[in-house]
């Protein structure tokens, strides 16, 4: 089986018991990944994180068109870009985004969570991570420059909710 990034179709539609401990891994390692088949430079992997009312989310969309949304408290969702293509659209659609933004990100060697009423995006290429941080009302407002982003990342998290509410944790959403 091909290796997806976000971590592949184990989580479609099945729930699970949350591990807390998952998330930290499956963020750090979606940070990580390099994408054989992307070209060299382009980005490869992009993340929203932000707080919600008992953790963190954090979105991941990538170049492949995976799409994954991941939990704090250890719940999230994974695979449905295989499944659906209104997720993999959104995905896609997020990494085109990301990729006329890259002059809003600056290099990192960290990625912290974000600070409480911010929201911090990060990208890979093959040259590294980098990383944006917006203040949430902002976006929300649409007055950030990573409006747009921030949108296209939200629309990951509607995608999962229109195709598997009821069948995991809830995300939150901040529109």
């Given at each position: 089986?091909?290796?997806?990034?976000?971590?592949?179709?184990?989580?479609?539609?099945?729930?699970?018991?949350?591990?807390?401990a998952?998330?930290?891994?499956?963020?750090?390692?979606?940070?990580?990944?390099?994408?054989?088949?992307?070209?060299?430079?382009?980005?490869?992997?992009?993340?929203?994180?932000?707080?919600?009312?008992?953790?963190?989310?954090?979105?991941?969309?990538?170049?492949?068109?995976?799409?994954s949304l991941y939990?704090?408290?250890?719940?999230?969702?994974?695979?449905?870009?295989?499944?659906?293509?209104?997720?993999?659209?959104?995905?896609?659609?997020?990494?085109?985004?990301?990729?006329?933004m890259?002059y809003?990100?600056?290099?990192?060697?960290?990625?912290?969570?974000?600070?409480?009423?911010?929201v911090?995006?990060?990208?890979?290429?093959?040259?590294?991570?980098?990383?944006?941080?917006?203040?949430?009302?902002?976006?929300?407002?649409?007055?950030?420059?990573?409006?747009?982003?921030?949108?296209?990342?939200?629309?990951?998290?509607?995608?999962?909710?229109?195709?598997?509410?009821?069948?995991?944790q809830a995300?939150?959403?901040?529109?």
């Amino acid at each position: 089986m091909e290796k997806k990034a976000g971590g592949g179709s184990a989580g479609v539609g099945r729930p699970r018991k949350a591990d807390p401990a998952v998330y930290s891994q499956l963020r750090r390692q979606a940070l990580e990944m390099q994408l054989p088949e992307v070209a060299r430079g382009a980005v490869q992997i992009v993340l929203m994180d932000w707080h919600v009312d008992k953790g963190t989310v954090t979105v991941l969309a990538a170049a492949d068109g995976t799409a994954s949304l991941y939990l704090s408290s250890g719940g999230g969702f994974s695979g449905g870009s295989e499944k659906f293509e209104s997720i993999r659209a959104a995905a896609l659609h997020a990494v085109a985004l990301a990729t006329g933004m890259q002059y809003h990100f600056e290099p990192t060697d960290s990625t912290p969570l974000p600070s409480l009423g911010d929201v911090t995006f990060y990208m890979t290429t093959s040259a590294g991570v980098r990383r944006a941080v917006a203040p949430e009302a902002r976006l929300r407002a649409g007055s950030d420059p990573l409006a747009a982003l921030g949108g296209a990342m939200q629309k990951i998290v509607t995608e999962y909710r229109l195709r598997f509410q009821g069948r995991q944790q809830a995300v939150g959403n901040r529109q």
